[in-house]
Nanobody, 122 residues
Framework: QVQLVESGGGLVQAGGSLRLSCAASGRFFSAYAMAWFRQAPGKEREFVAA????????FYADSVKGRFTASRDNAKNTLYLQMNSLKPEDTAVYYCAAAFSPSIRESDYNTWGQGTQVTVSS
């Protein structure tokens, strides 16, 4: 089983960019599909992006499509989320998660990081 630690969050102005990282420790990172979810204050956690085990396929929520890009480096055991053209509504705690197959369903992910805060000011 992997352990996940997110980093890269912070405060950015609308229209700016951030890159989140999710470092995985443990074995077999490449055996897991990975995803990003986010949770805004007072809202349920929602799917953002997912990527298959060897990065052959990516999936995005409509709200971030064309602005966010998920990628992974299996040699470095790291998942990334490049976020461009950020909007105030992107403000949330961002979590990375691992699953056996890519999915948009939170319940399919059995390992989670602690989250990193992203705040977008208007």
């Amino acid at each position: 089983q992997v352990q996940l630690v997110e980093s890269g969050g912070g405060l950015v102005q609308a229209g700016g960019s951030l890159r989140l990282s999710c470092a995985a420790s443990g074995r077999f990172f490449s055996a897991y599909a990975m995803a990003w979810f986010r949770q805004a204050p007072g809202k349920e956690r929602e799917f953002v992006a997912a990527i298959s085990k060897i990065a052959g396929s990516t999936f995005y929520a409509d709200s971030v499509k064309g602005r966010f890009t998920a990628s992974r480096d299996n040699a470095k055991n790291t998942l990334y989320l490049q976020m461009n053209s950020l909007k105030p509504e992107d403000t949330a705690v961002y979590y990375c998660a691992a699953a056996f197959s890519p999915s948009i369903r939170e319940s399919d992910y059995n390992t989670w990081g602690q989250g990193t805060q992203v705040t977008v000011s208007s």
